[in-house]
C-alpha cells in the first residue's frame, strides 16, 4: 500500500464539514469476542484492536485489484469510520464466517472486516450490539516499553471499551500513514508491537503539542465533537533534533 498523500486541510480525520461528507459514507467493522464468563481485559482488547486496523491497512488484498481494494479507497474517500460491535457465541461464529482477519492478543479476539457501506452492513453484524462493552483490567497494565509505539488515552475522557477500541484503531491509522514505506514494512514484520495507555494528566499537553499524530472525534457519540482522544506516539515519528524525516503532521478526526 503506497504511503498515503492525503493533504492535512482535507484529513479524513476532521470533524469541520469537507467535501469528504458529501461521498458515499463507509465504516470499518471490528467485532470484539465477550463471552459472558470469560471476558476480555480492558486494555488488551484495545492493543488488539489497534493491531486489527494495521494488519487490514497492510493487507495485500487492499492494493491494486485485490478483493478490498474498492471498498478500502470508498471508505478513505470519505470520512474515516470505525464502529466496533460485541459477539459471543453463535454470534461470534457467524461473525468468523465473513470474510476478515481476526487478531488474538493475550485474552482478547478482535476481528476486522473490510469497510461497508454506513447504511449496508452484512445482516450477521448489523445485528451486533454496539452498547455493553464496558471493560476492565484485573490488574494494572505495566508500563509501556519507550522504544515501542504507544497510543495514549486522554485521561480527562471516560470511554466505554467500544468507543476507546474505535479510537486507538484510528490512532495507530494515523501513526502507519505518516510512515515511509521502510518503516511501515519493518512495523508490520515485527509483528505490529505497541501499547495502549492513559497517559499521565500532567504529560498529556505536551503529547498534544508534540507534533506526533492526534485523533480528535467527530462527536458522534459519547464524547464532545473536536475532543482530543489519543496521540500516536511512534518511535520513527518523535521530535527529536536527529531524526531522520522531521516532526510529523498532526491530524485529526
Do not use: Y
Request: hydrophobic share 40%; proline share 9%; aromatic share 6%.
Amino acid at each position: 500500500m503506497s504511503e498515503d498523500q492525503t493533504p492535512v486541510h482535507d484529513s479524513p480525520f476532521r470533524s469541520d464539514p469537507s467535501a469528504r461528507d458529501t461521498a458515499p459514507q463507509f465504516v470499518l467493522p471490528l467485532v470484539v469476542r465477550i463471552e459472558r464468563a470469560d471476558p476480555p481485559a480492558r486494555t488488551d482488547a484495545l492493543e488488539t484492536a489497534a493491531r486489527a486496523v494495521l494488519t487490514i491497512l497492510a493487507d495485500e488484498r487492499l492494493a491494486g485489484d485485490g478483493a478490498w481494494a474498492q471498498a478500502m479507497r470508498d471508505w478513505q474517500d470519505a470520512r474515516i469510520r470505525k464502529v466496533v460491535r460485541r459477539a459471543r457465541g453463535a454470534e461470534w461464529r457467524r461473525a468468523e464466517a465473513l470474510p476478515g482477519i481476526t487478531l488474538t492478543g493475550t485474552s482478547a479476539e478482535v476481528r476486522v472486516f473490510p469497510p461497508v457501506p454506513l447504511d449496508g452492513w452484512p445482516k450477521d453484524l448489523a445485528r451486533l450490539q454496539v452498547s455493553g462493552t464496558d471493560l476492565d483490567d484485573l490488574q494494572e497494565p505495566g508500563d509501556a516499553d519507550p522504544a515501542a509505539p504507544v497510543l495514549w488515552l486522554n485521561p480527562e475522557l471516560g470511554m466505554s471499551a467500544g468507543k476507546a477500541m474505535a479510537q486507538a484503531g484510528h490512532a495507530a491509522q494515523l501513526a502507519w500513514w505518516e510512515l515511509s514505506d521502510a518503516q511501515r514494512t519493518a512495523w508490520r514484520e515485527s509483528g505490529f508491537p505497541l501499547a495502549v495507555r492513559t497517559a499521565d494528566p500532567a504529560r498529556w499537553p505536551h503529547l498534544t503539542g508534540s507534533g506526533l499524530p492526534l485523533v480528535r472525534d467527530a462527536g458522534f457519540t459519547e464524547i464532545a465533537p473536536g475532543s482530543c482522544t489519543v496521540v500516536a506516539d511512534h518511535p520513527a515519528l518523535r521530535r527529536e533534533p536527529h531524526a531522520a524525516g522531521g516532526p510529523a503532521a498532526t491530524r485529526s478526526e
